[in-house]
């Protein structure tokens, strides 16, 4: 139901737009989030947007990363700048959705998408 896509090589410094969307019986999405794996590390979040539009950051991307929401397509997405190499790792969007009924599943998962910083 969660497609992320938009991850790639960039080079230290640089940007990249990551773009999730959901799909299928949905009515609609309460709160989205990105999360990130890094090799050999636990998988993190990384922001969320609730349904109000708020956001939330880790530190470590603060500043850098903007997470926005687009309440007619169905998706969410992630702004980030000024990458680093220690920003390497893949990228996994995550979703409160409303399905049929207007019923409440938590904690969908997209598939994840590679993002590569070099330095």
């Known amino acids: 139901q969660l497609q992320a896509s938009g991850g790639g090589l960039v080079q230290a410094g640089g940007s990249l737009r990551l773009s999730c969307a959901a799909s299928?019986?949905?009515?609609?999405?309460?709160?989205w989030r990105w999360y990130r794996q890094a090799p050999g590390k636990e998988r993190e979040w990384v922001a969320d947007?609730?349904?109000?539009?708020?956001?939330n950051y880790a530190d470590p991307v603060k500043g850098r990363f903007t997470i926005s929401r687009d309440d007619a397509k169905i998706t969410v997405s992630l702004q980030m700048n000024s990458l680093k190499p220690e920003d390497t790792a893949v990228y996994y969007c995550?979703?409160?959705?409303?399905?049929?009924?207007?019923?409440?599943?938590?904690?969908?998962w997209g598939q994840g998408t590679l993002v590569t910083v070099s330095s």
């Open positions: 947007v609730d349904s109000a539009g708020s956001t």
């Open positions: 299928g019986s949905i009515f609609s999405v309460d709160a």
């Open positions: 995550n979703a409160d959705i409303y399905g049929l009924g207007y019923v409440l599943s938590r904690d969908n």
